[in-house]
């Protein structure tokens, strides 16, 4: 009962602060199991409890100006031990990922996370294919499946379920809902856009870009 509904089928939460000022998290780790390479919305603190734990630490070394793309370098690895502790900054200050040492049994990790400066998705990396991407927790995933492909579906329905999604609660939801938008009704979308770059919102940045991006295509 006390997991939350987060990115991770891994973490078992233990504590939300009442103000969300921190959580406290404890991350069981099968044997051999990898966590991608990843940034988070948060500082942490992470401390190995059983078994041993892998760590490696990447910086960032492109600008971050093509959407998708991002090169990465590794700085360094350490193993964590029972009692030994490592440190992750918010976002591409704290790119590392993280994978269970132990062969045979499971490891455990703590992980005490400060409040988060960017909510509902975590920044996954590929090393080799020079990507990045955005991970959802699971029950959004099915909708935003959904929304991606009706993009790729030139018809008037499918325009008019995305202009309902582009207004959704959810910031990831109308950030593909209006991507999607994009592709059948580019003004449509701009519209949309132009109200949502003046908010305070989880994905600010990303929108101001796709706005941008769509503006570049339509001038
Ligand atoms: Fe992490």
Not at 31 to 49: E, F, K, L, Q, R
């Amino acid at each position: 009962m006390s997991r939350m509904l987060t990115v991770d089928p891994n973490e078992v939460t233990i504590f939300i602060d009442p103000s969300r000022l921190f959580s406290i998290r404890l991350y069981i780790w099968d044997p051999a199991m990898t966590y991608p390479i990843h940034a988070h919305g948060a500082w942490g603190i992470v401390s190995c409890v059983a078994g041993a734990i892998i760590e490696r630490k990447y910086e960032r070394i492109d600008g971050g100006e093509r959407p998708g793309r991002a090169e990465i370098r590794e700085l360094g690895r350490n193993t964590l031990r029972p009692g030994e502790t490592t440190v992750v900054l918010p976002l591409y200050q704290g790119i590392h990922s993280m994978e269970s040492a132990s062969q045979d049994s499971p490891s455990i990790s703590l992980h005490l996370y400060g409040r988060a400066v960017r909510r509902g998705y975590l920044e996954c990396f590929d090393l080799h294919k020079k990507t990045v991407y955005k991970v959802i927790p699971p029950y959004l995933y099915g909708r935003a499946c959904v929304l991606k492909a009706l993009g790729a579906v030139r018809e008037d329905w499918a325009a008019d379920i995305l202009e309902k999604a582009a207004v959704d609660k959810k910031a990831y939801l109308r950030y593909e809902a209006l991507r999607s938008l994009a592709q059948l009704d580019r003004e449509k979308a701009l519209s949309y856009l132009e109200e949502e770059i003046i908010k305070e919102t989880a994905l600010k940045d990303e929108l101001a870009i796709l706005y941008k991006t769509i503006k570049q295509l339509s001038d």
